[in-house]
Nanobody, 123 residues
Framework: HVQLVESGGDLVQPGGSLRLSCAASGVTYVTNCVGWFRQVPGKEREGVAVICVGDGTKYYADSVKGRFTLSRDTRKSTFDLQMNALKPEDTAMYYC?????????????????WGQGTQVTVS
């Protein structure tokens, strides 16, 4: 049974940094991928960064490449998103998600399990 709990969202000034954490249980299959998505009201949910458990494959949206880094802490069972050089357009609710046999990393519909989200505001 997969459970996901996000934390780390906050209000930060432009240019600042935040570290989001996704505490994940039940994510054991090598075919699992864990992704961070974000959404603002009135817009579609956007894939930000993904890491696959089996081979460590990573995906980053073009809008965050070079600024965001997704890593896995096997000791703490967390998937952490380090966000640097934050911009106002990064403001959103950030969600952690898990799926198996992902073909399109950025497609929310391919992910079966979701956390409740954590709010990031850059202002």
């Amino acid at each position: 049974h997969v459970q996901l709990v996000e934390s780390g969202g906050d209000l930060v000034q432009p240019g600042g940094s935040l570290r989001l954490s996704c505490a994940a249980s039940g994510v054991t299959y090598v075919t699992n991928c864990v992704g961070w998505f974000r959404q603002v009201p009135g817009k579609e949910r956007e894939g930000v960064a993904v890491i696959c458990v089996g081979d460590g494959t990573k995906y980053y949206a073009d809008s965050v490449k070079g600024r965001f880094t997704l890593s896995r802490d096997t000791r703490k069972s967390t998937f952490d998103l380090q966000m640097n050089a934050l911009k106002p357009e990064d403001t959103a609710m950030y969600y952690c998600a898990v799926g198996r046999y992902i073909a399109d990393y950025a497609q929310p519909l391919e992910y079966a399990y979701w956390g409740q989200g954590t709010q990031v505001t850059v202002s």
